[in-house]
């Protein structure tokens, strides 16, 4: 199989010189994939698939053009780079553009781990019956779930290749699993639902589906008789699951591409303090059977631990080869082939390191005020920082979880929330590339009744 | 329909016969409906900024998806190439989810089945036409932007589009086939201004060729707005926090039809009963001013298609009539198990995606008042006429959206500009808040795009101008 990868990623980017082009990069991935629901005890869903995907980009000079396919039969392949180089004739010269100066050596994959062969012994009835345990730990685990949306176990094994004119030809391999439960609690006040949901690329790594399934119920059932507060200002605290939507923000404000297009918050702040001393967040590649690991990027750059925030202080953009040499500066190894081919800035693991204190030290410390489970919405404005989104949570009273709050806004600006974090959980969670703990900002709007 | 049509007969050389071996294969385990749909789909983009052309992209994607339904279950499995030994192999894959069943009997074709619109005004897709014209629209787009006022910094243009051709063939006697364009422009500017900045979108498009950008959607026309609303913000004061009366502009604010109620009526939910709509039928919702539609047969616009992804033609579907919950947006399985006539809502992302109910251009009707007599009746409140996007809980019905751009007003009259904020309600009675409906309905111009499970759709969605008595607005300013 992987030879086939590597032979059609050889032989595009060879058709892509004879035609012209000056250089020229290829990008192959190919998933399995399985996925099954059970709901209310019985498979519901069960959808299973090989898929494979090629992105092109050449160059002509300065100039480029990108194509992609699911089709890998010669004859496409042959048609599409030569109707990507007749494009890129077509486009303007950019003076940034071109491959990267430097890729990836040999490196030792397999030290990643990014790949757990015991997957191969997990039959497809096993994956089926672990979706149907999880559903059945959430519906027992309270009374109160009466519905579902189901639980559910999702496989994937994957291999990508890449390959360039220069010579850089590299692969690896991915596994991950997943175990999801949605459970749905119903009262007398109305119906609520919520889920957990367990990730991992091992499957010794990954939760029971017994804990995922009574974790997902936990969180429904608290939800029960929510109910709006009054319009006030006070400290809000973000569960890891909604702290990550955080650090997703300023993932967005600090790639590359958003600062070269000043459309960012965080545009010309390095080596300024952005956020709160004991703030520290990095991207980095090279986590041990991390979610977001890969020993190269998708231009084959060489992977990293880059510190993009340190105690506070701005330290690094992350780059592409294009955002760096735009931007002069070096890239971090965080290319990342969108779907039509061209190279953004993606995360790898990108997450805000812990701190101490637990999470119930947290709520603890707070006299009345909000802790956020959940925020909906579209209300982030990563140019200027503006942020209102709807929140669910739970109110804190006297350092206690007290009752359940929805339909409520929380508002403020992501500039002086990042000033405003006050503590930081010791409680990482990592459920993909973008990860976070608990956190503590010391006020926030919350617009309500 | 001439069968010399589709690319998949023509091109790929696929046969009636071969057909009904595919949905013969996916029933041999006894399922009792299957369904096969094929997909080929061009697309290109070109994108454009610090005024120069960046990239051009052109992407070919082809693929079988095959679908069992076994009772309430769902097997699914697809192909990526039309050789017959992977589509086989997918069927049998499908068909698995029925193995406790009884093998049904097999299944014959007749190829008479006939669409039953054609809403989609192209002569020449515009996937056929060279990449230079479409060059041209966002040049033009980029020089009206920069010349709106020396503030504008950054101007991002794209152009996309899409041919996707269809071929659906199921086992109760579906055959039908389909080429479904889609067009669109996107213009973003950002505005700076005293180390401020801010930024401001504005697109349109819709099921057309490049013609689409000759009258309004022209991207001049395009380009001034996304600069004017990038201008405008860099005076936004706080908006308010809080209940209050609020007036959404006509068109695109229309996305609170989407949120609040669209999604709680897909008819999934309301069979499994996770939906806040659910059992609601024939009870009053909304105000009696409200009349709301979801209409996938308007020609040429983003959520119309002759024929959904399950080969069900599109309908005109009313979901609420002078206040009153008349049904849900029904795809095959969810009509089947609950006996309800399908709507021609069942769609999907593309062939490696199961259908599910989804909204096609969603709307409500327009009433009777003057838009500035709406205006004028609110002493203090919000007018808010651009949004960027919206979400829903649709289990607990809370539902939000997000505006760009709104404006106080004070005393009957619209005042200073706000930053963007959240509006946050209860889906099965924000709607017996609408106070006031305008007579000017608009649908917007053709760049919803729609989320659930996983898949994006295109979508439209339509607002005359409205009155909400109350709703919570999530400003910083209390």
Known sequence: MSRDLKESAEQVVRRAVQKGASDADVFIREEEK??????????????????????????????????????????VLDKLVDESVEMARLTSEDQSGGLPERTAGDFNVAGLELVDPSWDKFTPEQRIEW???????????????TNSEGGSFDFERSRTVIGNTRGFLGEYAETGGSIASLPVAQSTEGMQRDFWVSVARFQSELESPETV???????????????????????????????????????????????????????????QQVGAQ???????????????????????????????????????????????????????????????????????????LPGTASPEDIIGSVKSGLYIVELIGHGVNTVSGDYSRGAVGLWIENGKLSFPVHEVTIAGNLRQMMKDIEIIGNDVTFLGSVSAPTVKIRNMVISGE | MDSKKSIFFEDYGVTTSDLEQYLNAALERGGNYADIYFE???????????????TATKAVNIGVGIRVLSGEKTGYAYAEDLDKQSILKAARTAAFIASNSSAGGTVAIHPQMAREHNLYSVSLLSTDLG?????????????????????????????????????IVSSDGKYVWDVQPLVRLNVSCIAEENGKRQS????????????????????????????????????????????????????????????????GLEADFNRKGTSAFSGLIGKKVASELCTVVDDGTIPDRRGSLNVDDEGNPTHKTVLIEKGILQGYLQDQLSSTLTRASVTGNGRRQGYDHIPIPRMTNTFMVAGESAPEDIIRSVKKGLYAVHFGGGQVDITSGKFVFSTSEAYLIEDGKITAPVRGATLIGDGPTVLRQVSMVGNDLKLD??????????????????LPTIKIKGITVGGTEK
């Open chain 1, 278 to 352: 004991g703030l520290t967040i990095v991207d980095d590649a090279r986590l041990k059977r991390g979610l977001g690991s890969v020993p190269f990027d998708d231009e084959g750059v060489p992977t990293q631990k880059t510190f993009v925030i340190e105690d506070g202080v701005l330290k690094n953009y992350l780059h592409s080869s294009y955002t760096a040499r735009k931007l002069r500066s070096v890239p971090t190894g965080n290319g990342s082939r969108t779907g039509s081919g061209t190279i953004a800035v993606g995360p790898t693991n990108f997450y805000m």
């Open chain 1, 34 to 75: 399985f996925s099954v629901t059970v709901r209310m005890g019985e498979v519901e869903t069960l959808k299973e698939a090989v898929s494979r995907g090629l992105r092109l980009r050449v160059f002509l000079g300065k100039r480029t053009a990108t194509s992609q396919t699911s089709d890998l039969s010669p004859s």
């Open chain 1, 131 to 145: 979706a149907r345990r999880t559903e059945a730990a959430a519906m027992k685990a309270d009374s109160r779930i």
């Open chain 2, 40 to 54: 080929y789909k061009i697309n290109y983009s070109i994108a454009l900024e610090e005024q120069i052309i960046k």
């Open chain 1, 213 to 271: 399934g009574k974790h997902a119920a936990d969180r429904t059932v608290r939800r029960l008789g929510a109910r709006k507060v009054p319009t006030c200002e006070v400290p809000v605290v973000f569960d890891p699951l909604t702290a990550r939507s955080l650090v997703g923000h300023v993932f967005q404000a600090c790639a590359g591409d958003s600062i070269y297009r000043r459309s960012s918050f965080l545009f010309d702040l390095l080596n």
């Open chain 2, 131 to 167: 990449i230079q014209q479409k060059i041209a629209l966002i040049r033009e787009a980029d020089q009206a932007a920069r010349e709106y006022d020396p503030r504008i910094h950054q101007v991002q243009a794209s152009y996309v589009d899409e041919s996707k051709h269809v071929l």
């Open chain 2, 445 to 462: 111009q053709g760049v919803g795009i729609c989320g659930k499970e996983g898949q994006t759709v295109p979508v439209s969605v339509g």
């Open chain 2, 200 to 263: 401001g979108y504005q697109g349109g498009g819709g099921r057309r060729s490049l013609d689409i950008f000759e009258d309004d959607l022209n991207p001049t026309a395009l380009a001034r707005e996304a600069a004017r609303q990038a201008i405008l913000q860099l005076s936004a004061v706080d908006a308010p926090a809080g209940p209050m009366e609020v007036v959404l502009g006509n068109g695109w604010p229309g996305i609170l039809l989407h949120e609040a109620i669209g999604h």
